[in-house]
């Protein structure tokens, strides 16, 4: 059988959407601070799809409880509570192509965001106990939240200080990881020289969390990192830092984010949790009193999705307009397999468009009647930002 997947196929067809993934939480967000409702046709649906995880750490001070709440919708979980919910990924392309097609269904990308609660009283440099190490290492990616405005309770900010403690300890535990590894390995090799590349991996890593340095700081090449894979090292996840600023910071947000790195973002996430639990018809009023352009929970929503390696491909129709989440450097077989496994198995070619391309022109049908519809193989890399339709045969 000769099928299509994409713009205007329905979820009744033999190869039928995969479901989204269940959540461990039971709060399920349908809606979240960065989706507009009013996209595609009036009483739209909008969902959303969750792939991997981003770890949330703070100390109990620094307001990564509240973060958590305005990232995911939810309610504050507390300051010694673990919590997992989906933050959805604010997309124009999704908004746009839903209203070009009149979809009667739309479906936003997300990710799972994990709150990693410390134990009660916990300071960085007195160990942050096993079952909080263990959730960390759960992850995919690990999201450290500072705080950087004087508290009451607490006294000045010492974000920079703060985050060397927390790395600290993580350093600590991939230590531990590498010399029990080493170990082992080198005994296997005495039997299988084939050992040997990753035993010098093992020993460049152990120099290096010796000094006290987190792998993602350090100069171990990709091939090295590769190698060390099996020891699922806390300090070799991607990561990034939330600096929490207080109201009368925001002006200076961007300075007090930059020593902790191009990607690091200011917030005061105390006015972001009251934006985002705003109408949605009220928060860019709430924006402009505050002086804010654009509120950090999409920026960061968005830069932490492609932290986890994640892109996005599309489809839209009638029916539906969906953001498929892949693995960055996929080819179309694999992207095919994430909407359904028949798909990839029995992947024929793609059908694929840039989707400002196609809102140019008005529509798939307009596309195709223009020859402006790329047909891709199974050697094409998909962009982020295709609009594609799945040719398949099963």
């Known amino acids: 059988m000769l099928a299509r997947l994409g713009a205007g196929l329905g979820p009744g067809s033999k190869a039928e959407r995969s479901p989204a993934p269940r959540l461990e939480s039971a709060g399920q967000v349908t809606g979240g601070w960065p989706l507009r409702a009013n996209s595609g046709l009036p009483g739209a649906t909008v969902t959303l799809s969750a792939v991997e995880n981003l770890g949330l750490v703070g100390l109990s001070d620094a307001g990564s409880n509240r973060l958590f709440s305005a990232l995911t919708g939810l309610p504050d979980p507390g300051v010694f509570e673990s919590a997992v919910a989906v933050a959805p990924v604010p997309d124009e392309r999704v908004d746009r192509l839903s209203a070009m097609s009149h979809s009667r269904k739309i479906v936003h990308a997300g990710f799972e965001l994990v709150h990693i609660a410390l134990p009660p009283g916990a300071k960085p440099g007195e160990g942050l106990g096993t079952r909080f190490l263990g959730a960390l290492r759960n992850c995919d990616a690990i999201l450290f939240v500072l705080r950087a405005f004087d508290h009451p309770s607490v006294g000045p900010p010492d974000a920079e200080g703060d985050l060397a403690g927390l790395e600290l300890e993580l350093v600590i535990a991939d230590l531990a990881t590498v010399e029990g590894r080493v170990d082992r390995q080198r005994r296997a090799a005495k039997g299988d020289k084939s050992l040997l590349p990753e035993i010098a991996a093992l020993e460049r890593a152990h120099a290096v969390l010796e000094a006290g340095t987190p792998v993602y700081r350090s100069d171990l090449s990709a091939d090295e990192q590769a190698l060390l894979a099996p020891c699922f090292l806390l300090t070799s996840k991607p990561h990034l830092v ?153």
């Open 242 to 394: 939330v600096v929490n600023i207080s109201e009368d910071q925001i002006a200076d947000a961007d300075a007090l984010a930059l020593p902790f790195g191009a990607d690091a973002l200011a917030a005061c996430v105390e006015v972001e949790a009251e934006i985002a639990a705003c109408e949605p018809e009220e928060r860019f009023e709430m924006l402009e009193t505050f002086g804010i352009g654009e509120s950090v929970v999409p920026r960061l929503a968005r830069r932490a999705y492609h932290q986890l390696n994640r892109r996005t491909f599309l489809t839209t129709g009638p029916d539906e307009t969906r953001a498929w989440t892949f693995r960055a450097g996929a080819r179309a077989p694999e992207c095919s397999g994430v909407i359904h496994s028949d798909l990839q198995r029995g992947f024929i070619r793609a059908e694929a468009i840039d989707w400002e391309e196609l809102l140019e022109i008005g529509s798939w049908a307009k596309a195709k009647e223009l020859n402006r519809i790329r047909l891709e193989g199974k050697d094409y890399e998909v962009r982020d930002g295709d609009v594609l339709e799945i040719r398949f045969n099963v």
